[in-house]
């Protein structure tokens, strides 16, 4: 299931947290990961500091990141050898020439080292290990000399994270340990960098089975680096800590201070889920019980609220607890109707997640309310209002959202929720439509702006964007409506609230006209006119299916009329595929469908005047020429059935199978005309094979099941068969003697058969 | 010529005659019915066996002695080792190993350890031309690094990737770099039905010898599919062209089991080594159809974590099964002499198969 899918009312829009957004929705928490930096924006912040404003940003960021080894060797040489003359390509950076200007050579032998390493770290993946590790031995025994010697602190701590990646990546855990502890963890120097050595103990501690250790370290890192945030998380989520209650203990114990176990608590409830659905443990079933599954969200919340109610997690934590609530509880309705796993059976049997009980989570979200320490109470309070409406317990609902209305002054995306909340308990409560009801509801959705869920783009969801609009309210309230209009008896407004119907798959004339009428009358309520905007089928659109329906019908000015009021621009369907009035002896559907030329044949209207023309004049003529409008008018007939060559011009939907005609029988009658006004025989007897194929057709459409493998059924059918074969008599007594006979009796084997019994 | 001469020639004639005819008579009969039996074991595509293997696919090689010793039992040859992957790292932007195999005990004596990598399709539809030199030159000194580092020698080296019509040519311009980097080595690619089928299209790999994988031909993700291991149906529908594919063909089989479970009808994971008895006796788990589990509750069956409500389908490769498909297949493989690779190797669900049964795998193909 995806997050358009179900039903979510609690906006994530309202959370006050850019940066730490929950894993919303669950099924898609797996390709979820939190607001991330790149790494290289606060390192050149960092830079950029330590090389001062005179320094361009672009020159810093070449000088780290755009260059390589040999070109900062060189450049070390040319610093301690002011003889080596720079190249013209390196002149002009404002950082090199500063280096030069104040002789820190330490800058060039840093960075050159640095790339050394970030090289043999991509490159070196594809030596074997023994090599590897003696190319890294070597790498290390140069990194720690230059450490040595190195007398700048802002320098000494990158050597210290290059020395703890290169031991690491070695798989000398206890080395990448070692490293961080001596060269990173006793640097007093505030970097970013400190937390991506610090990401490589926390995995060398993983690796080294200190569990504890490792799960306290990515917590840190969690908190501080937004880089190495999701590799964190990731990491972090694979260490057990759900099994075994001992490692967590440990892992606070080791915190030393409030904000680090808050930090903890915080990554365990951003990654419960990923334990849950991805990986597998081995553990023993006493460790944990097997039926009290684990809610992360919900433990975490409690647990950070304990220790700090103002802290920045509460609010996303929150935010994935009611989501869990609302998968589990909300959901009596299904949102889409495609097909594939989101039918109906995989929707009711889907499986149920973990989630609190929203009286429980409520107990939490008022006592974090009532503390003063409490960041935005009134979020707090809008919150146990949402709470006690999921519990259907609309007095109190009512009663904080009146709270967190007075409290909140200037958060428009609050008013907006509180507004919605307001709205939809008021529909939830509401029986039949009123005219009050409408009104009220109009008025929520148009001031607040309350829109349908958009999607940016198919399968990708931009938490972080406050523009997005995630929440389900405007479908809930219209999909509400839509019941509420169905009591009433009220059909068209019922089918405009929510579009169930599958118009252009059922291409029925009556429903058709009836909403193209409601659509189309000025005396309708400010809401129908507002619902009505939304509805996908538009005017135009529904004239084109009336006259598609009443082309199939026969009634080609009726089709015609409604053609010339859809003022759609002509698309693809609006053409018929082939010449109408070409026939073939035997059928093939596409022969003639030119697939390059689409838009070449008759549109649709021009068809309906062309057949209008036609049956007008086909009782005006000589016999001969008559027979000729009778014969053109059977071969557009039968091109319009599922046997002709227009056969598509009949459907509207891209695969529709239910509105092909398969009646003959109008063709039938036109070819017998024909046949019996020509004076030519060879014609008669084109016309009547033409005839036996629709008498055929007509056998193959009513008694289908005849031609089946059953030799019962077979033999039935053989029988039923004869009835159907009058023309085929008629065309073997009267025009053997033809050429067209001819021709026919050797690519009909039909016919062929026929004329041997 | 007088009369005795012509008569004695005469009767020489007669007697040759009578001779003749009484041969006839008598090895005629036997001609026709041999002849009739060559006819009718001709039909059948007899094939020499000159290898057994297996391939051998998990991250950590460990083989127990217990299981060198049914290699042994099992006169097994060779066996296909994987010793890394290659995909395409989207940080790196640029192929990098991952899941490199770590040697845990000593080779099986008398055992060939043929290296093979598997190499993502999507490693070529990323990968720029001039950078397949690049890679083939980093993955055949890697391969070399650690069959030295290990002291495996080899003489051959299979390449495994699903290549398409759009890969085709970077990948057979790796492999052919792979050659010239490599030129004693024998050089095989794994060939799967359908790129025997579009050969055409899809184009035929410069190698050696392709290893034919006669499994997972069914889409495992699809909720509908039975057995996505092997189904004889789906098979059926890939067996043409043999006779005109260029490439002499080895064959690989399955002997292999796992779950695929899917929540809320998307496949999700694959639980790999289930059978029917872990679930069965699973008190949480209920069976809903010949192969197919349903979760009661949250519960954990074999390691593997199920939710409530999430539905396992199991997937069963026996030894039975895997000589259907190696009898299904052996007509078709045109050259004489081939191969037979066992997917895969994994002692514990080894022990469940007797050797006649796993013989009756190869004899198949005989």
Same mark, same amino acid.
């Given at each position: 299931m995806d997050a358009p899918d179900y039903y979510s009312l609690f906006n994530p829009q309202i959370i006050d947290s850019a940066e730490y957004h929950?894993?919303?929705?669950i099924d898609i928490a797996r390709e979820f990961s939190p607001n991330t930096d790149d790494d290289q924006t606060p390192n050149l912040k960092e830079w950029g500091e330590y090389f001062g404003h005179s320094v361009q940003s672009n020159d810093i960021r070449k000088l780290v990141y755009g260059y390589n080894q040999n070109i900062l060797t060189f450049l070390t040489n040319a610093v301690k050898n002011r003889k080596i003359t720079t190249p013209d390509s390196l002149l002009g950076n404002t950082a090199i020439d500063q280096v030069f200007v104040t002789n820190n050579v330490e800058v060039f032998e840093y960075l050159a080292f640095a790339y050394q390493a970030a090289d043999y770290a991509v490159a070196g993946v594809w030596d074997g290990e023994a090599e590897s590790k003696k190319t890294i031995t070597e790498l290390i025994r140069i990194g720690t000399n230059l450490y040595k010697k190195c007398a700048n602190n802002f320098l000494k701590i990158r050597y210290g994270y290059q020395l703890t990646r290169l031991a690491h990546i070695s798989k000398d855990y206890e080395q990448a340990t070692s490293f961080f502890d001596t060269y990173v963890a006793s640097s007093k120097t505030e970097s970013i960098i400190r937390y991506w050595a610090l990401n490589y103990k926390a995995g060398a501690c993983k690796w080294l089975g200190e569990s504890a250790e490792s799960i306290y370290n990515y917590a840190n890192v969690f908190a501080h680096c937004k880089s190495r945030r999701a590799h964190a998380m990731q990491d972090f989520s694979q260490l057990g800590y759900v099994t075994r209650p001992t490692t967590w203990d440990s892992a606070i114990k080791l915190c030393k201070n409030a904000d680090e176990k808050v930090n903890l608590w915080a990554m365990r409830g951003f990654t419960g889920f990923y334990v849950a659905e991805n990986y597998s443990y081995v553990f023993s079933p006493s460790d944990w019980g097997?039926?009290?599954?684990?809610?992360s969200a919900f433990e975490c919340l409690q647990n950070i609220a304990k220790i700090n109610p103002a802290s920045k997690y509460l609010e996303p934590l929150l935010g994935q607890a009611i989501q869990m609530i609302e998968y589990n509880k909300l959901n009596t309705k299904r949102l889409t109707r495609n097909g594939g796993y989101n039918s109906m059976d995989f929707y009711e049997n889907r499986s149920s997640l973990p989630y609190a009980e929203p009286s429980a989570l409520r107990d939490i979200v008022n006592k974090i309310k009532a503390n003063p320490k409490t960041k935005r109470p009134y979020f707090w309070n809008y919150a146990s209002a949402y709470l006690s409406y999921l519990m259907k317990d609309f007095k109190e609902a009512r009663n904080e959202l009146k709270v967190a209305e007075s409290k909140h002054t200037t958060d428009k995306f609050l008013a907006k929720e509180i507004a919605s909340l307001e709205a939809i308990m008021k529909l939830d409560e509401a029986t039949s439509v009123t005219p009050e009801l409408e009104t009220y509801l109009l008025n929520t959705l148009t001031q607040f702006d309350i829109k349908p869920f958009s999607r940016k783009e198919e399968w990708t969801y931009n938490f972080f964007d406050r523009d997005y609009n995630p929440s389900h309210t405007w479908k809930y309230i219209m999909d509400k409506m839509s019941d509420l209009y169905d009591k009433d008896g009220n059909f068209e407004m019922s089918e405009i609230c929510e579009p169930t119907l599958q118009l252009y798959s059922m291409m029925d004339y009556d429903t058709t006209d009836m909403l193209l009428k409601f659509i189309s009358k000025?005396? &309708?309520?400010p809401f129908q006119k507002y619902a009505a905007t939304f509805y996908p089928a538009k005017i135009s659109a529904l004239y084109n299916l009336e006259g598609t329906i009443l082309m199939g019908r026969n009634d080609f000015y009726g089709a015609s009329v409604r053609f010339k009021k859809s003022d759609d621009s002509l698309t693809? &369907?609006?053409?018929?595929?082939?010449?109408?009035?070409f026939i073939r002896m035997r059928d093939c559907h596409?022969?003639?469908?030119?697939s390059t030329s689409k838009m070449k044949h008759l549109t649709k209207l021009e068809f309906c005047e062309k057949m209008l023309e036609l049956e007008g004049k086909k009782d005006q003529l000589k016999p001969d020429a008559s027979a000729e409008v009778y014969y053109q008018l059977a071969n557009a007939y039968y091109n319009l059935t599922g046997y002709g060559n227009c056969w598509r011009a009949l459907s509207f939907a891209e695969h529709c199978s239910l509105s092909l005609r398969q009646d003959c029988s109008k063709a039938e009658e036109y070819y017998k005309k024909a046949m019996k006004l020509t004076r030519s025989k060879e014609f008669a007897a084109k016309c009547c094979f033409m005839a036996a194929k629709c008498e055929q057709n007509t056998f193959y459409n009513l008694f289908a099941e005849f031609n089946s493998w059953d030799t019962e059924l077979r033999q039935e059918g053989t029988k039923e068969k004869y009835r159907y074969q009058t023309n085929f008599a008629t065309l073997t007594t009267r025009y053997s003697d033809t050429k067209f006979y001819q021709q026919a009796i050797k690519e009909c084997g039909y016919l062929r058969r026929y004329a041997k019994k | 010529m007088s009369l005795t001469t012509k008569n004695t020639k005469l009767k020489t004639t007669k007697k040759h005659k009578e001779n003749l005819v009484c041969f006839v008579k008598t090895f005629v009969p036997f001609v026709v019915i041999f002849s009739f039996i060559f006819i009718l074991f001709s039909c059948k595509k007899h094939h020499h066996i000159t290898h057994k293997n297996f391939y051998h696919w998990q991250s950590e090689f460990n083989i127990s002695d217990s299981g060198k010793q049914r290699l042994k039992e099992l006169n097994i040859t060779r066996l296909y080792t994987r010793f890394f992957d290659v995909v395409w790292d989207k940080e790196a932007n640029q192929p990098m190993p991952t899941s490199v195999v770590k040697f845990q005990s000593t080779m099986p004596y008398g055992i060939e350890i043929i290296p093979t990598i598997y190499i993502k399709n999507e490693v070529f539809l990323k990968l720029n031309d001039n950078a397949i030199t690049k890679l083939s030159q980093n993955i055949s000194h890697k391969i070399n690094a650690m069959a030295v580092e290990n002291k495996i020698p080899f003489t051959a080296l299979q390449f495994d990737c699903d290549w398409t019509e759009k890969t085709s040519a970077k990948y057979f311009q790796f492999l052919k770099n792979i050659t010239q980097l490599n030129p004693k080595k024998r050089l095989e690619a794994t060939i799967r039905l359908h790129q025997v089928k579009y050969f055409i299209k899809t184009g035929v790999p410069p190698v050696n010898r392709g290893a034919l994988m006669f499994y997972n031909m069914g889409e495992v993700s699809d909720f509908n599919t039975t057995n996505s291991i092997f189904d004889e149906k789906t098979a059926k529908e890939y067996l043409h062209n043999f006779d005109k594919y260029p490439l002499p063909l080895d064959v690989a089989l399955p002997l292999y089991h796992w779950g695929v479970v899917f929540h809320n009808g998307v496949a999700v994971r694959l639980a790999y080594g289930l059978t029917n008895t872990d679930c069965s006796q699973n008190i949480n788990l209920e069976k809903i159809a010949k192969n197919k589990y349903v979760a009661k509750c949250n519960t954990i069956v074999k390691n593997h974590r199920i939710l409530q409500g999430e539905i396992i389908r199991l997937e069963v490769a026996d030894a039975e099964l895997s000589a259907q498909a190696a009898a299904l297949i052996s007509p078709y493989i045109k050259n004489d002499s081939l191969s037979v690779t066992i997917y895969h190797w994994d002692e514990k669900n080894i022990i469940h198969y007797s050797t006649p049964q796993i013989e009756k795998i190869f004899n198949a193909l005989r």
């Open positions: 929950p894993n919303y929705f097997l039926n009290t599954y684990y809610d000025e005396d &309708k309520t693809e &369907k609006d053409y018929l595929t082939a010449d109408p009035f596409d022969c003639d469908y030119d | -």
